[in-house]
């Protein structure tokens, strides 16, 4: 829902308020639903628009208590009146919004520091990739870009990047994430081997005689749009590679 891009356009200036920061209530949820709707649209057109409706979004964080127990949500307040809010699942950073009035006041990185000692072992976010202002935000305060996407899995279909804070021992959280990208490949070169293995009965001509150069350069470029910060170039030559090897894996197995 409406708690999947990361909005801020803070700089670094000195605090003009008394902020406290809190694990909010119940009774806090309809103030964070209007500091949403209203950040949001102040925030085009570096963000996109909100795909749902008013109406969705306050009912969307009314239902929170119940609906999303595994949140965890923090927000900055000063005399009563909310100015931010952060929320997080697991390693992930859901959400850090810091209403219109109250940006470049220091309260977003109150907020991130907060987010930091609650997860001192590391945490991602996602960030739409034309919200520079965010992105060059995060950089200052130590995240680093991890993926580049061309916003199919979003719902606004915007391009995003996948940004991380790698904690305290930054080697062993990205090795962590490079381990589950390792795991999930080996499935998928697995899957993508068999599928070659299965069309080459199909073929007028089979194995390795059987390569479609302009067939290869299509798959390059269009697994490039959906991840452009890899570049056709550099998944052809990955390509080439997966496509040889599960070639000579498939003539290997049928001459046995």
Known sequence: MPTDRVQTSEVNQEL????ILRPA???DLDELAELYIATRRDAAPAMPAAVHADAEIRAWFAGLPQGQPAREIWLAEDGGEVLGFAVLTDAWLDSLYVGPQHQATGIGSMLLDLVKAQRPDG????VFASNTAARTFYHRHGLVELEHTD???NEERSPDVRMAWPGTD???YLRAQIDEVDDELALLLARRFALTAA???YKERGGQQGRDPEREREI????AAHAPGLGAEPIARIMHT??????DAYESGSSR
């Open 16 to 19: 003009t308020q008394e902020v």
């Open 25 to 27: 209530a119940a009774e």
């Open 123 to 126: 945490f991602a976010l996602w």
């Open 151 to 153: 916003g199919s899995a």
């Open 170 to 172: 930054p080697v062993s």
């Open 199 to 201: 069309v080459q009965g």
């Open 220 to 223: 390059a470029d269009r697994m």
């Open 242 to 247: 997966v496509i040889s090897e599960s070639l």
